[in-house]
């Protein structure tokens, strides 16, 4: 089981994925996975070679870039794999502790303005947080939490909170409630969770989270936007792909999903 799964292909989202990849695996006893799904080749066992003869240079030649591209950012153990199947299946399978892939596939990135479409189901059954990364790796120094009133909601937070790689950030914590909504229990609630840590609390009236990042991230800078499930994805017939690009997805910040 991998603690961090890299997925790559052929967009130009393949050297950020390493680099946020990388990020994550910081601790030298972090492992990566680099993988590489052979979309339409038939269904194989998982760690099997891929049976497409077209396909095995070029995918050789990817994992081979991104494999060296993570020795040269000092990650610690590496993997790869090459596996025919559906991206979906084969990257939720791994059961990584924290999946890494571009916000669009090689095969959308003529859709600017919209996410890949495998994004909303490895999102919704992933075991752990997904991150969607942007196109360039930036070094990540700040992060903003985006959460809704509703107390149920934590997992964004609780996250922050007890992974060691996010110890070090400072944090912005954003509490977007509605007009018939009061943020202020759900703030208490972050205050009591951050303790003393370097955050600090912005309750917000908006009619949602993309006028909240959009208007929040105006005035304070952040390197990764961090979200629970339940609020960016709160309904199976909500896909996330269906999001226009204008707020959390249009940023150039990759954006981590609890």
Not at 50 to 63: F, I, K, Y
Request: aromatic fraction near 4%; charge should be negative.
């Amino acid at each position: 089981m991998p603690d961090v799964l890299a997925c790559v292909d052929h967009s130009a989202y393949a050297n950020s994925v390493c680099d946020h990849a990388g990020w994550f695996a910081s601790d030298p006893d972090v492992g990566v996975e680099v993988l590489h799904v052979v979309e339409g080749a038939e269904s194989a066992p998982l760690g099997s070679a891929p049976n497409s003869r077209d396909e095995t240079p070029c995918a050789d030649a990817l994992v081979a870039r991104a494999v060296r591209r993570l020795r040269e950012e000092g990650v610690g153990p590496i993997t790869s794999a090459q596996v025919p199947g559906a991206f979906v299946d084969v990257a939720c399978g791994r059961g990584a502790s924290v999946v890494v892939m571009g916000k669009r596939g090689d095969l959308g990135e003529t859709e600017r303005g919209r996410l890949g479409s495998s994004v909303d189901a490895v999102v919704r059954r992933a075991p752990g947080p997904v991150c969607l990364t942007s196109r360039y790796f930036l070094p990540i120094h700040r992060a903003v939490v985006l959460l809704d009133a509703d107390l149920t909601h934590r997992a964004a937070l609780e996250f922050m909170a007890r992974d060691p790689r996010m110890a070090a950030l400072p944090v912005d914590v954003v509490v977007v409630a509605g007009q018939t909504e009061d943020a202020e229990p759900k703030a208490a609630w972050a205050r009591s969770v951050l303790g003393s840590r370097s955050a600090e609390i912005f309750p917000l009236l908006a009619d949602g989270l993309d006028d909240a990042v959009a208007d929040h991230l105006q005035t304070r800078a952040a390197d990764l936007i961090v979200v629970s499930r339940a609020v960016i994805a709160p309904a199976p017939q909500v896909r996330l792909e269906q999001i226009e690009e204008r707020g959390v997805w249009g940023m150039r910040t990759p954006v981590l999903i609890c």
